[in-house]
């Protein structure tokens, strides 16, 4: 059985950095895109960007370029989505999702992440 | 970046009527496009890719069509399962782009 599994609801500060998880498991890891989505409170869901953890190849919606960083650790089947200097607006929620045939077919539970001061 | 409109914004129908939701890309997208369900306190789900397809295990109550510029998801008879927000994604040109999302509601 395809699962994302992402890892647990984080609450920061503003300016502090984070890192979240996606573990996959039940395909072939590093035959496939991971993606991640960003679903502010109440609103649509937004396309941030993609990594293929066969060769680490990433690319980014260009209104996320630079604001986050995401890679890979394929030896443990894992995608991580990063901040270095979190702010208000970053709160949302996360989603990881598999990519095949350019279509997120397996989703992640999502991830809440709370930036409050 | 290409934009897509959904419309309405919101349907408000009964069970057993039938849904007819609207996507419009700013630009052609082919057929590359792709529809999504979700619902509260879920994540999203794949219903169909390139325009027509179902994804594995979506009933066959759900259809897509359209290529170019407009595309349609119809729900042939809405079940009470399937109140939701519907949204559509385009692949055809880079960002990949969703749109803003049809509601669609218990009348």
């Known amino acids: 059985e395809v699962q994302l599994v992402q890892s647990g609801a984080e609450v920061k500060k503003p300016g502090e950095s984070l890192k979240i998880s996606c573990k996959g498991s039940?395909?072939?890891?590093?035959?496939?895109?991971i993606g991640w989505v960003r679903q502010m409170p109440g609103k649509g869901l937004e396309w941030m960007g993609i990594?293929?953890?066969?060769?680490?190849?990433?690319r980014y919606s260009p209104s996320f370029q630079g604001q986050v960083t995401i890679s890979t650790d394929k030896s443990i089947n894992t995608a991580y989505l990063q901040w270095s200097s979190l702010k208000a607006s970053d709160t949302a929620m996360y989603y990881c999702?598999?990519?095949?045939?350019?279509?997120?077919?397996?989703w992640g539970q999502g991830i809440l992440v709370t930036v409050s001061s | 970046e290409i934009v897509l409109t959904q419309s309405p914004a919101t349907l408000s129908l009964s069970p057993g009527e039938r849904a007819t939701l609207s996507c419009r890309a700013s630009q052609s997208v082919s057929s590359y496009l792709a529809w999504y369900q979700q619902k509260p306190g879920q994540a999203p789900r794949l219903l169909i890719y390139?325009?027509?397809n179902r994804a594995t295990g979506i009933p066959a109550r759900f259809s897509g069509s359209g290529s170019g510029t407009d595309f349609t998801l119809t729900i042939s008879s809405l079940e009470p399962e399937d109140f939701a927000v519907y949204y559509c994604q385009q692949r055809n040109n880079w960002p990949p782009t969703f749109g803003p999302g049809t509601k669609v509601d218990i009348k």
């Open positions: 039940g395909f072939s890891f590093t035959s496939y895109w």
């Open positions: 999702a598999r990519q095949s045939g350019g279509n997120f077919d397996y």
């Open positions: 990594i293929y953890p066969g060769d680490s190849d990433t």
């Open positions: 390139d325009a027509s």
